[in-house]
């Protein structure tokens, strides 16, 4: 959140004011903390404010006493929890979790499920509002405040307590259910309109609240009341119930499955994956069965989410601001993309003029003060950018003296902040584990905004000082401040207890947010992604400077998320996040619960589009994956601008060159340098940039490369690849469309992508591919598993995994030498192999492959099956019939209940359900000379094999003549008696005929073999 100047366009519906007021110094004894040759306090300096409420006043997180002793996430979607802004309100603001929202009030928490948006702002927001369908909590609950009481990566636990009663619920993104633990009261959820009630089963109940769908669920035992509006439930001593937002009124037998499976924990782990240049990450959920044995659930994925997922997805749907959610079973999913490289700068190219290079850099340094009078740590930051993009400019126009005054100039001005003492310091937080720059600046310090923003600037700074000057970055030197500004920021560790996890970044939502306290109510908002993937940039380059394979690859995962996330919500990309009757191409701002074409300080088109591009860096050629979206962007400017940009020409032509860079050069001849450049530009910078693109082309990302600062150009089919090696040694990079190019050490370099494959990759520098595994071994084969035994690969540098291969698909990654694939089907023929893989993730080659065919019957497919004895069903009749003896119904009647029934079954069966068809049979049957021997028949399916019968057909009864012979009992001529369940497509499943005497004393004979043939509704 940037507030620069003034808020505009926004409105006071989307907003809550904030007017900040004045604290006492209260300054006590500082201590120093030594960071190598830096330093920080522990102390604010003497009239600055911290974290502070909207009118001036100190405050404290507001958590309980069980997690007073951890870092508390700032910046997140639900901080006004455990950061309050207002004194009024001791609860929460609006929180969005989605495809919920929330909002803690003192009997409880409200939820809301918003799906009907609003365009508001003359036309230039949309929102999807918080509005309460209902107030979870218990009865006569009145809590003075709510506190966080437990937080995990993207879920987060309100607690209530008001002396003789409390509650605790669990709630988080993509969850469709709150889980509420509960004492001193009943169950009560309160209806904001009258609730009707479509499904009522005791202890759960189905209930429409202004026209959405809830299931609530209450312990076995007990029973939901409806009284009003009021709906409560007894919970004994159980103290637990829960409830789910419906995708539709038929989910709630789904949904009644998990609904004791409370979700205690979510986390996500990623693996960046160098030789295959893609990223994955595994959301994960943690459950806890309060009763019964299911710990599934079901979780609603975001659109960044589902493009980059394989995993099978359920039809359930869910609205949201972020366009439609899809839904999964299961407790986790895993999303794999596309790495698209970063560079220090753009590599040397024929159509940069060299000397008039070196004048605009000359000029930097002469004219005026480089910084231009920064004082506070946004500005400072962006003054420390825009001078570090010029050291690798400097270098490749041979001007070592320019370069090293840069140098000197970044790294003296970075010292000063990171030493206490100064004009300037950093200081750190003891009660919000944060550290704080001061001068502070847009409320970086009394509302935790915009760390990551500000803080990106210095580590990209810092990640080119280091390529110059790696002793300037040790720890022992400067660099152990610049971890600090990392880990304040951008933390890796959950256990840190100086920092929280990954402060500004949202996992799940997939971009950083920027209020860090999220007291709106259209909940958090950024303004800024791009100054955002500035810092998931920096992370890769300073991690790759520094050896820090761990820090780069979460920079790796982190800008890849963003990335999609940024062109989804922010570039609505694909056309299918915005509403229809919002008009515009862009957003300035996310808010979670939608979007603003607008920014913090100004409604100019220029700064709406051009503030989630600037910084304009290597990082930003990620944004060249969707031209099309830039072009958009750019046309969309222009037209609310009534032309091109006159404010940030500059900013505007840099993205013009990331999709069409010849009209971007024209631009840039047409004004010659006669323009006053944006605040963190540079002409010589611009130029480069513009100069650069338009003789190598720009970039393709739709080529990859086994390192993360390597990126390919195109020029009218012409390739130019580019590629910075960090190491000593020299190495290859090799590219996803067989591009090589060989980078000397510590250096960028270009090319062809034709050179000769050097024995050292620069994606795992100093390495070499693992060797072949040993051909797997089957063994212990059974009707559904197969285990694969191998002898182990040889790597220089050890191997850390190996992935296994059924066929053409990988299903599964071990650690050892040894793996039991599940899940098989019975009598099918299946090939293995693996491959190694080595901790630098360079995949080496296929062993040799096994074939393995499992035990028991194969498949059985087809749609008739004949009745043979000895109970089984067959695809095949037999060469004779014989003949079956079906017991007596014993005098009574047993119409519709088999009694003693012959029964016939097959297994393993697959077939696709042929819509419109149903069940038939034919059955020879016959009772000699006897009347009225009423023979009847059930057929059932047990869809997937699990020994539930999913559909359950019977059929009426056939009563025989007196003349001994076979008559034919048909369902045709019959016609059914009863039927339950629905049938689907068989997968593995079950199909049963059962036959038995319905009526009579004695028994009769069922022709089986031949003759008797069942026809089952499936191809």
Request: proline share 5%.
């Amino acid at each position: 959140m940037k507030s620069r100047r003034k808020l505009s366009l926004l409105t006071t519906a989307a907003l809550a004011a904030t007017a900040l007021g004045t604290l006492g110094s209260g300054v006590a004894s500082a201590a120093t903390i030594e960071v190598g040759k830096g330093s920080y306090s522990d102390v604010r300096p003497a009239g600055r404010q911290g974290p502070s409420n909207s009118g001036g006043q100190a405050v404290k997180p507001k958590v309980t006493p069980a997690m007073a002793d951890l870092p508390v996430p700032t910046n997140d979607w639900w901080s006004s929890l455990a950061f309050q802004r207002f004194s009024s309100n001791p609860w929460s603001e609006n929180m969005y979790g989605h495809p919920l929202t929330y909002k803690a009030v003192s009997g409880g928490l409200e939820v809301g499920y918003p799906t009907t948006h609003q365009i508001v702002g003359g036309g230039r927001q949309y929102e999807f509002p918080h509005k309460a369908d209902l107030t979870l909590g218990l009865t006569g609950l009145n809590s003075p405040d709510a506190k966080a009481d437990g937080w995990s990566d993207w879920t987060v636990s309100p607690y209530w307590n008001d002396g003789a009663r409390s509650l605790r619920t669990t709630i988080g993104h993509g969850l469709p259910y709150v889980y509420a633990e509960g004492t001193g009261g009943a169950a009560q959820i309160s209806a904001a309109a009258p609730p009707t009630v479509f499904a009522d089963q005791g202890n759960v109940l189905g209930v429409t609240i202004s026209g959405h769908d809830y299931a609530l669920f209450a312990p076995r035992g007990s029973d939901w009341t409806v009284s009003g509006n009021e709906i409560r439930a007894d919970l004994g001593s159980k103290e637990y119930f829960s409830l789910a937002v419906l995708p539709d009124k038929a989910a709630l037998a789904d949904f009644k499955k998990y609904a004791f499976s409370f979700v205690t924990g979510s986390k996500v782990d990623w693996e960046y994956r160098e030789g295959d240049g893609e990223v994955t990450a595994t959301y994960s959920l943690t459950t806890e069965p309060k009763e019964g044995a299911e710990t599934g659930t079901f979780q609603a994925l975001y659109r960044h989410q589902w493009l980059h997922s394989s995993d099978p997805l359920t039809a359930y749907r869910y609205v949201s601001s972020r366009g439609a959610m899809k839904v999964r079973e299961g407790t986790s999913f895993t999303t794999t993309q596309k790495v698209n490289g970063v560079l220090p700068g753009l590599p040397s190219a024929a159509g940069v003029d060299k000397a008039k290079l070196k004048g605009y850099i000359n000029d930097v340094l002469t004219q005026g003060d480089p910084f231009s009078g920064a004082i506070d740590t946004y500005w400072t930051g962006k003054a420390l950018g825009k001078l570090a993009l010029l050291v690798p400019l400097a270098d490749q126009a041979g001007d070592t003296v320019s370069r090293n005054e840069l140098l000197s100039l970044v790294k003296g001005r970075m010292e000063e902040w990171f030493t206490v003492g100064g004009p300037s310091e950093f200081s750190y937080d003891k009660d919000w584990r944060t550290l704080i720059g001061y001068p502070a600046s847009y409320g970086s310090d009394q509302e935790l905004n915009d760390h990551h923003f500000h803080y990106s600037y210095y580590v990209m700074a810092a990640a080119v000082v280091a390529q110059y000057d790696p002793r300037w970055a040790a720890d022992s030197e400067w660099g152990g401040m610049v971890k600090e500004l990392i880990e304040d920021a951008a933390n890796p560790a959950r256990n840190d207890s100086k920092y929280p996890f990954l402060r500004g970044f949202d996992v799940y939502a997939g971009h950083s947010w920027a209020a860090g306290h999220e007291a709106f109510a259209a909940g958090n908002n950024q303004e800024s992604s791009s100054e955002s993937i500035n810092l998931s940039a920096g992370l890769i380059m300073w991690g790759s400077a520094m050896g820090d394979k761990a820090l780069r690859d979460q920079g790796v995962y982190m800008m890849m998320t963003e990335s999609e996330a940024i062109a989804q919500y922010w570039f609505d990309a694909d056309q299918q996040v915005y509403p229809e009757d919002f008009t515009h191409d862009v957003v300035g701002m996310v808010w979670s619960s939608g979007g603003a074409y607008a920014t913090w300080w100004t409604a100019n088109p220029e700064e709406i589009h051009g503030i989630n591009f600037l910084p304009v860096t290597g990082g930003s050629l990620h944004l060249a994956r969707e031209k099309a979206m830039l072009n958009r962007s750019v046309a969309g400017m222009e037209r609310e601008n009534g032309g091109p940009a006159v404010e940030w020409k500059d900013i505007f032509w840099q993205v013009q060159a990331l999709y069409d860079p010849a009209k971007a050069m024209s631009y840039w001849n047409q004004w010659n340098g006669g323009y006053v450049p944006e605040a963190g530009e540079t002409k010589a910078h611009t130029y480069h940039w513009v100069a650069t693109m338009n003789s190598i082309g720009s970039p393709d990302m739709t080529v990859t490369a086994n390192s993360p600062t390597a990126v390919a150009f195109d020029k009218s089919g012409t390739k130019t690849y580019a590629a910075h090696n960090y190491t000593s040694e020299a190495c290859s990079v090799v590219f996803s469309d067989g591009g090589v190019l060989n980078v000397p050490a510590k250096s960028t370099a270009s090319g062809a992508g034709d050179d000769t494959e050097l024995g050292t990759l620069c994606g795992a520098p100093g390495d070499d591919k693992p060797g072949a595994p040993g051909t797997p071994v089957a063994s212990d084969v059974t009707d559904d598993s197969v285990k694969l035994t191998w002898s182990a690969a040889t790597d220089d540098r050890g191997v850390k995994d190996y992935d296994v291969y059924r066929g053409t698909t990988k299903v599964a990654t071990v650690t050892g030498t040894t793996h039991t694939d599940t899940g098989l089907t019975s009598g099918t023929q299946y090939t293995y192999s693996v491959k190694a893989r080595d901790t630098a993730d360079q995949v080496g080659p296929a062993s040799g492959t096994v074939t393995v065919t499992t035990s028991g019957p194969p498949p059985v497919t087809g749609d008739a099956l004949y009745l043979r004895s000895g109970g089984q069903l067959t695809t095949r009749a037999a060469a004779a019939g014989s003949s079956d003896t079906i017991p007596s119904a014993g005098g009574a009647n047993r119409d519709g209940t088999p009694y003693h029934p012959l029964v016939y079954e097959v297994k393993n069966v697959n077939g696709t359900l042929k819509a419109g068809s149903g069940t038939a049979f034919t059955l020879k049957v016959d009772a000699g000379t006897h009347v009225g021997y009423a023979q009847q028949a059930r057929v059932s399916y047990d869809l997937t094999g699990d020994g539930t019968f999913d559909r359950v057909e019977t059929f009426r009864y056939f009563a025989t003549d007196p003349i001994t012979g076979w008559e034919d009992y048909s369902s045709a001529r019959q016609g059914t008696h009863s039927a339950s369940g629905a049938l689907g497509d068989l997968d593995g499943g079950t199909v049963r005929v059962e036959v038995w005497s319905a009526l009579g004393n004695g028994p009769s004979t069922l022709q089986v073999g031949t003759g008797s043939v069942l026809t089952i509704p499936f191809d």
